[in-house]
């Protein structure tokens, strides 16, 4: 059975930090791509980043740059996003996914094979 658990979400001020985590299990986790995408509730899942299953690629929506780090280490079969000055419309549901690394499009919603329940992440100004 298929398991990517995400953590560390919470409330935090502007300007102040958080570091989610995602661990999976019930996969060959270094094989996988991996994904965080952020919902509000009534908008569209948005992308947030992605990291190939090697670390040799990495890319982040144009909102975070410079101010979001995603990572991995495939022998702990976790993935994070360190979020640093933190705003207002970071506010969502975080999640995490998973794709069978097989160069699929990583910012798009349809290509995942598997998600994370999610995790809450709420910044007050």
């Known amino acids: 059975q298929v398991q990517l658990v995400e953590s560390g979400g919470g409330l935090v001020q502007a300007g102040g930090s958080l570091r989610l985590s995602c661990e999976a299990s019930?996969?060959?986790?270094?094989?996988?791509?991996m994904g965080w995408f952020r919902q509000v509730a009534g908008k569209e899942r948005e992308f947030v980043a992605a990291?190939?299953?090697?670390?040799?690629?990495?890319d982040y929506a144009d909102s975070v740059k410079d101010r979001f780090t995603i990572s991995r280490d495939n022998a702990k079969n976790t993935v994070w996003l360190q979020m640093n000055d933190l705003k207002p419309d970071d506010t969502a549901v975080y999640y995490c996914?998973?794709?069978?690394?097989?160069?699929?499009?990583?910012?798009?919603?349809?290509?995942?094979?598997?998600w994370g329940q999610g995790t809450q992440v709420t910044v007050s100004s």
């Open positions: 019930g996969i060959t986790f270094s094989r996988y791509d």
């Open positions: 996914a998973a794709v069978w690394s097989r160069l699929p499009p990583l910012r798009e919603v349809r290509t995942y094979d598997y």
């Open positions: 990291i190939r299953w090697t670390s040799d690629s990495i």
